[in-house]
């Protein structure tokens, strides 16, 4: 009898701010295989980043996530998504003003939107912001990739200041997350 291999992957779509940094932080996790940054909850088709910048379109900037559920499960993707930005800002993530920077989850499976909303309601029931989660859950809508420059930005642009100041403190949160759960 042959061993049977597990092919399965599974895909998250997360909008946390500016995708530079989301991209950032989840290409750091074991049992992620890959990541695209795009545009998606919006009402054009083909949105392209001049229009996403004006908000007209109703897209977020987001992340589409492949992963390995035998390394890494989607609670633990929810874990290091609501840790490494602002889900009780609306609208914003620091700097980055507008609907195009909203806190979004669009959820693939009824599983996702019902870990998604499990999850939520744990954060809310121990306090863990002072503010309330304002992150929204959506079904997947249409995901449009981002144009080539934006993606692995902070990999290729680390010496910008952007980079130094918004997506450098993320990942330290993100290895201080890891290491807290490594011991």
Same mark, same amino acid.
């Given at each position: 009898m042959s061993e049977q291999k597990n092919d399965s992957v599974e895909t998250a779509i997360f909008a946390g701010g500016c995708f530079w940094c989301t991209e950032a932080v989840f290409q750091r996790l074991n049992g992620v295989t890959a990541i695209v940054p795009g545009y998606t909850g919006g009402n054009i088709k083909n949105p392209a980043y001049r229009e996403i910048c004006t908000g007209r379109t109703g897209h977020a900037e987001a992340i589409k996530i492949t992963f390995d559920p035998s390394q890494v499960s989607y609670t633990?993707?929810?874990?290091?998504? #609501?840790? =490494?930005?602002?889900? =009780? =800002?609306l609208n914003r993530q620091g700097n980055d003003v507008g609907t195009q *920077? %909203?806190?979004? +989850? #669009?959820?693939t499976t009824q599983e996702?939107? *019902?870990?998604?909303e499990e999850f939520i309601a744990l954060l809310e &029931?121990?306090?863990i912001f002072a503010s309330p +989660?304002? =992150?929204?859950?959506?079904?997947e809508k249409p995901f449009y990739l981002a144009e080539e420059e934006?993606?692995? *930005? *902070?990999? @290729?642009? %680390?010496?910008?200041?952007?980079?130094? #100041?918004?997506? @450098?403190? &993320? +990942?330290k949160k993100l290895n201080a997350l890891l290491s807290q759960k490594n011991t």
């Open positions: 633990e993707l929810l874990e290091v998504f #609501f840790a =490494t930005h602002d889900p =009780t =800002t *920077y %909203r806190s979004e +989850i #669009f959820y996702q939107r *019902y870990l998604a &029931k121990e306090g +989660i304002v =992150t929204a859950i959506s079904e934006h993606h692995n *930005y *902070y990999n @290729d642009h %680390r010496q910008q200041l952007y980079c130094q #100041f918004i997506i @450098d403190p &993320k +990942i």
